[in-house]
């Protein structure tokens, strides 16, 4: 399993920066052609939620933004996206919409601008507030540890839990219990043998990506993807269950 786990995580680290506001050093800037350009608007906001598109006017009656450079690279159709590891500024407000710039990754600047919905962004007060760790049942199922980073394996009970609070609860395990760690939250324990099983069989598969909720990684802590494992594979082996679609 660990061989997939790397394999999926250089897929993801390639096509996040590339698409998205997600850092990482490994991937040089200069090698993928974008023009970097100082931003000093003092205005900097945090986004909420992420797979946010930019549109080219205020509404989703506008097309999507392409991002012609991950489109050259990857061979299919990149459009242009912002989500909460990255910060922008707001150039206009309109209809429930803002047309922005992203200000971090500062790599994304020149190119990254379009419009959003407001409520993507998050201003002052409407800071995601922290969930209380104590109300919640989690169980570190298991770890690792390599000379970059520390692997933590989370059963985490997630009825009723909001995809902002998971994040929140992932910010806090992180500033708790490690500077540099990847984290893994997983709803049911019953997986804990998959996790570092490869390769793993069909159902073994299916089983493993239905309970992998959310991945954070130790390079874009502020980053979190969930359900990476419902992916194309996941739909060869015949998987329906996409549960992301249907989580607040």
């Not at 997939?4 to 850092?23: A, G, P």
């Not at 050093?25 to 945090?46: R, T, W």
């Amino acid at each position: 399993m660990k061989n997939y786990y790397s394999v999926k995580l250089l897929s993801l680290i390639l096509i996040l920066t590339l698409t998205n506001c997600k850092k990482n050093e490994k991937v040089e800037v200069e090698n993928i052609g974008v023009e970097q350009i100082s931003n000093n608007d003092p205005k900097a906001y945090e986004i909420k939620g992420k797979n946010i598109f930019l549109r080219e006017g205020p509404g989703t009656k506008y097309k999507k933004l392409i991002n012609q450079k991950a489109t050259e690279i990857i061979g299919e159709t990149q459009f242009m996206e912002v989500d909460n590891s990255c910060t922008v500024s707001i150039e206009e407000e309109k209809d429930g919409w803002a047309k922005i710039r992203v200000v971090d990754p500062p790599h994304l600047t020149a190119t990254h601008s379009g419009w959003i919905p407001l409520k993507s962004i998050i201003k002052g007060e409407e800071q995601i507030t922290n969930i209380d760790l104590s109300k919640l049942k989690y169980e570190i199922i298991k770890t690792s540890e390599n000379n970059v980073s520390k692997n933590y394996n989370i059963y985490l009970e997630i009825k009723n839990l909001s995809k902002d609070e998971i994040i929140s609860f992932i910010k806090q395990f992180r500033e708790k219990n490690c500077n540099s760690c990847t984290i893994s939250i997983f709803d049911n324990k019953s997986i804990k043998n998959l996790i570092d099983k490869y390769p793993l069989n069909k159902n073994e598969y299916l089983k493993f990506a239905d309970h992998f909720v959310a991945w954070s990684t130790f390079d874009s802590p502020k980053s979190v993807s969930f359900y990476p494992f419902q992916d194309s594979k996941y739909t060869e082996y015949g998987g329906k269950n996409f549960k992301e679609e249907k989580m607040k």
